[in-house]
Every structure is written in structure tokens, then in C-alpha cells.
């Protein structure tokens, strides 16, 4: 049994929702390509995310971002493209990536989030004095945006990788025009 990916599948919601490993996960599972926004635009840039939003600010980083989330939604071939927290909230990038893709939102609460992230010295946003609280703060302001999405499911403490995938896995089931059992 295999799968045939219509339209790519493009992972969004909030840092250290498992965008990155679940999208893996699935890419591996539907037997096809993994992309990563972020890590396509570090390459172009050949510059760290940090180091873009330093040198350049959050406006060109969020203009490049949307032009790599095009060039990899318009690819012949379709995958699982994870993207960065932030890409999923200009109106423009939503809807670029509904018409040419489908959104998952993976969804997880601020608790969760925080374990995941606490420990990571590479998330700008969370360079304040109280990272913990802005990361809340974040979650909060993004959280209705990030309800837009086409699809969306929710993390579990408990859910490995592998069974998260499986869950967006169910929940693609549900979209022919994106996958097809063959």
C-alpha cells in the first residue's frame, strides 16, 4: 500500500510543536520529500534564521521566507513542508499555501511548548527576560491564526513522534484532493 500526495503538505503552528520531526516522520511514511522552510532560506541566505533577523530584521526575513515557501509549494514534486512559526501569519502566505497546498496545524499547549523549547538558544523571540511568559504571550496572540488552518491536531505529552504523524496522517485521509491511497 502507498500513497499518492496530491498538493504538498505543509505543517504550521508554533515553535516546538514537532513541525520539523513529525514533518520527517510523514515525508518518510508517504514516501515523500521532507522540506524545511527555514532551513531552505538558511541555505540561500547562507545565514543562521539568527543571524538574518540581526543583520537584516524581522521584515526581510519574513519576505524571503515567503518567497521560499513559494519556489517550494510550486515544486513539480509534492512533500511535507515544515515552516517556521512565524510564516503561517501573513494572510498572503496562508492563502498561497491553501490554494497551491494544504495547512496542518499541530497544535499544542504552552506547557508542552516550553518543555519542548526552554532549552534551545536558537528561537530569537524568546530572547527576553522572561522567556517562559513570552512564549504565553506569543501562543496567545498566534493561537486564532494558527485555528485558520485547513486541518489541524493536537500534540499529546504522551505522542511519540511516529504517533504524531500518524495523526495528521488520519486527519489527511479525510482530503482525497490532497491524499490518495493507491
Known sequence: ???TVHKTIVLVGMMGAGKTAVGKALATRLGVPFLDSDAELQSAANMTIEEI???????????????VIARLLDAPEKGVLSTGGGAFLAEGNRQMISERGISVCLEADVALL?????????????RTD???ATLGEIHK??????ALADL?????PAYSIEEMAEKVLQALKSRPDVLEET
Open 114 to 126: 516550553w518543555q519542548r523549547v526552554r532549552h534551545k538558544t536558537t528561537r530569537p523571540l524568546l
Open 53 to 67: 533577523f540581526t543583520r537584516y530584521g524581522e521584515a526581510f526575513f519574513r519576505e524571503k521566507e515567503t518567497q
Open 1 to 3: 500500500m502507498g500513497w
Open 130 to 132: 522572561n522567556p517562559r
Open 141 to 146: 496572540a498566534r493561537a486564532p491564526i494558527y
Open 152 to 156: 489541524s491536531v493536537t500534540a499529546e
